[in-house]
């Protein structure tokens, strides 16, 4: 589990198929305080560590995952959102986040508006019955509040706002227009819609 406050940017350094995906990245976290079979979030994505080096963690990628993911967020060069898992005792920040991702959205508009971004994400219509005004969702990791939500013909825009310290302290000071991102709904919306689809059949 993990709570959507990015602790570290790490960079993947390296990555070699090796059946799965073995994926290096780099970080500035302690790796003598990360054990082997530790779960990271990296862009949203709970990943396990398989092995640890001074300044970097490897992960094996299965090619489910890499299919449910942004694209090209598993190259070399990308800089991704790092989140360790959550410990009992540890402050709540953000929300309930579980690194699983449930759609890919794109960056439609991506601008600045007094002080902070607005941001923009258009995503499918199967998000759309998760996500609600005032209501939570991760983007690559960051857990974030929903300003306003927008029907659109394919499905649905989340209208969010970016405040300088979170663009300066996530990957979101890179973002482009176009960019696909991992989105997770919130694991209470998950829940309130399977309720409401059984009652509708009871």
């Not at 299965?62 to 967020?73: G, K, L």
Request: glycine share 10%.
């Amino acid at each position: 589990m993990f709570t959507g406050i990015v602790t570290d940017i790490g960079t993947v350094v390296a990555a070699t198929q090796q059946g799965d995906l073995r994926v290096e990245i780099s970080t500035a976290y302690d790796v003598d305080t990360i054990d082997l079979g530790a779960s990271i979030s990296c862009s949203g994505v709970c990943l396990t560590v398989v092995d640890k080096a001074p300044g970097r963690v490897a992960f094996d990628v299965s090619a489910e995952t890499v299919s449910r993911t942004a694209r090209d967020m598993w190259t070399e060069g990308r800089r991704l959102n790092l989140e360790r898992a959550l410990k009992l005792g540890d402050e709540l920040g953000g929300h309930i986040v579980t690194g699983h991702v449930d759609g890919i959205g794109t960056v439609a508009e991506w601008r600045e508006e007094g002080g902070s971004h607005r941001l923009v994400i258009a995503a499918d219509k199967e998000i759309a019955p998760y996500v609600a005004a005032k209501g939570s969702i991760t983007v690559d990791g960051v857990s974030l509040t929903v300003n306003s939500v927008e029907d659109t013909a394919t499905g649905v825009n989340l209208h969010l706002n970016i405040i300088p310290h979170t663009a300066a302290v996530t990957t979101f000071g890179a973002l482009q227009l176009g960019q696909a991102v991992n989105l997770e709904i919130d694991v209470l919306a998950r829940y309130l819609q399977r309720m409401e689809a059984l009652r509708a059949k009871a």
